[in-house]
């Protein structure tokens, strides 16, 4: 089993930058893909940017070349830089481990982008 937190979420105006924090329970070694997605209000949960165990990484359209996903193993943590937010960015954004027992997801840190 894995358990999964993220923080990081906030206000920001059009054009700022945010970076969103995803902690492990395990290491992120041991989990098969771990991904960022999102759900705006009235819309479906959406992939936002993955990494699997080896370290390759998968982008939404909508956030290639904003959107940079990373890993720091001592931490056990997943990070999502975003840049250039836009406000369509604003939305729920979870954090996911794809392991070997099942998917598991974090509770979700809201981000608002907003003038």
């Known amino acids: 089993q894995v358990q999964v937190a993220e923080s990081g979420g906030g206000l920001m105006q059009p054009g700022g930058s945010l970076r969103l924090s995803c902690v492990a329970s395990?290491?992120?070694?041991?989990?098969?893909?771990m991904g960022w997605y999102r759900q705006a209000p009235g819309k479906q949960r959406e992939l936002v940017a993955s990494?699997?165990?080896?370290?390759?990484?998968n982008y939404a359209d909508f956030v290639k070349g904003r959107f940079t996903i990373s890993r720091d193993y001592r931490q056990n943590t997943v990070y999502l830089q975003m840049n250039s937010l836009e406000p369509e960015d604003t939305a729920v954004y979870y954090c996911?481990?794809?392991?070997?027992?099942?998917?598991?997801w974090g509770q979700g840190t809201g981000v608002t982008v907003s003038s």
């Open positions: 996911n481990a794809y392991y070997v027992s099942g998917t598991y």
């Open positions: 395990r290491s992120i070694f041991s989990i098969n893909v």
């Open positions: 990494i699997t165990s080896s370290g390759s990484t």
